[in-house]
């Protein structure tokens, strides 16, 4: 996945950060099942490298990613439905592997997100998107579903605009992407996108690492539940266990004493 011809790319840059690129512009970034299997590979590996700290999903080209590839439709139509159903738990683990990342994940979204697109995108922690972005839940056009997506997507956009956007497939713009919560900032154009996508990175590396991991855990654990005395008792004993760990300790000193904490980098 670093030959520049493979349909996904895994760039490394300095400061722990790594770059998961859909390298078929040619194409419009459509997806099939080898680049499924190949997203799942780059972000297992991202997962895993303890020097990664922070994960950016973007495209090459034009568009974000039109969906599902034409030429895997016309073989999943072809297919029997057992091999449709194992076709689908891998793009449903590819969603699945995206959203629950160790590491923050920002999603940069240009031109077209259409179908498991949105899918991809809504599995992001921070989702920057350009003024001229496009967006689609298409699948009910081909006589499908947003299935495998549907938990990501309605949790990112609510279930009322799930109901409308889910049954009409109409292409919502980026400023209406953003005031459903699928996307957090529209930007002018790439150029614009790029820098405010550095300005977050340089904000998301003054913060413990571990620290992050478990802030975003602490939203899947408490999200949809009623505030009982089981989810009370364990955020606090989440926040007892890191002010004890190794990385707590260190960021409450370097508070306490006014310095840096040592996970922050040195400034250039």
Partial sequence: MTDNNSAVLLRHRDGGIAEVVLNRPDKRNAFD??????????????????????????SEGKHFSAGADLGWMRRMADNSRQENLDDSRELARLMSVLNHLSKPVIGLV???????????????????????????????????????ISPYVVRAIGERQ????????????????????????????????????????????????????AAK??????????????VIDDTAHRIADIRVGEEGQEGLSAFLNKRKANWVPEED
């Fill in 33 to 58: 099942d080898v680049i499924i299997q190949q997203l799942i590979g780059a972000l297992t590996d991202v997962d895993t490298n303890k020097h990664v700290k922070v994960v950016i999903l973007r």
């Fill in 110 to 148: 240009q031109g077209a997100a259409f179908g498991g697109a949105v899918g991809l995108a809504a599995c992001c922690d921070i989702v920057l998107a350009t003024e001229q972005a496009s967006f689609c839940l298409s699948e009910v056009k081909l006589g499908l579903i947003p299935a495998v």
């Fill in 162 to 213: 799930a109901r409308r956007y889910f049954i009409t497939a109409e292409i919502f713009s980026a400023r209406q992407a953003e005031h459903f919560g699928l996307v957090h900032e529209v930007c002018a154009d790439v150029d614009a996108m790029n820098r405010r996508c550095d300005e977050l990175l340089l904000q998301l590396a003054l913060n413990g690492p571990e620290a992050m991991q």
């Fill in 217 to 230: 855990n602490l939203v899947f654990a408490v999200s949809h539940k009623a505030i009982s005395g089981e």
